[in-house]
C-alpha cells in the first residue's frame, strides 16, 4: 500500500504559473503508475494527466496540453505538476493518484491510491 501526500498548491493571477508535488510513501513509486485529476466545486472530477511507471510515457488532458507538465522522480517518490499559463478555469482541488499497473490511466477508477488534495485558485 501507498500513501501520497500533495503539497503546492496556492493561489495565483491568471497568466501565472505554480508547481504542485506528490510524494509516496510506503511503497517505492516506481511500482505505480501516477495520475493527476482535479474536482472544482459543483463539478465531477476531472483527469489532467497520467504518467506511465517509468515516465517515458505522459497523457494530457486537451485543457490543459501545453500549459502543464508532468514529472516524477522514482529515486525521491516524487510526482511533480508545473502548471503555466494558469487560467481561472483551472482553480480547483488538484488530487494526485496511483495506480498498479504498467501504462497510463485516465479514468479515476483506474486507480488504486488517492491523496488528499491541494487546493489550486486562480484569480482572474
Known amino acids: 500500500q501507498v500513501q501520497l501526500v500533495e503539497s503546492g498548491g496556492g493561489q495565483v493571477q491568471a497568466g501565472g504559473s505554480l508547481s504542485v508535488s506528490c510524494v509516496a510513501s510506503?511503497?517505492?513509486?516506481?511500482?505505480?503508475?501516477m495520475g493527476w485529476f482535479r474536482q472544482a466545486p459543483g463539478k465531477e472530477r476531472e483527469f489532467v494527466v497520467g504518467?506511465?511507471?517509468?515516465?517515458?510515457?505522459?497523457y494530457y488532458a486537451d485543457s490543459v496540453k501545453g500549459r502543464f507538465t508532468i514529472s516524477r522522480s522514482n529515486a525521491e517518490n516524487t510526482v511533480y505538476l508545473q502548471m503555466n499559463s494558469l487560467k481561472p478555469e483551472d482553480t480547483a482541488v488538484y488530487y494526485c493518484?496511483?495506480?498498479?499497473?504498467?501504462?497510463?490511466?485516465?479514468?479515476?477508477?483506474?486507480?488504486?491510491?488517492w491523496g488528499q488534495g491541494t487546493q489550486v485558485t486562480v484569480s482572474s
Open positions: 493518484a496511483a495506480a498498479q499497473g504498467s501504462g497510463w490511466y485516465r479514468v479515476a477508477n483506474e486507480y488504486d491510491y
Open positions: 504518467i506511465s511507471r517509468s515516465g517515458s510515457t505522459t
Open positions: 510506503g511503497r517505492t513509486l516506481s511500482s505505480y503508475a
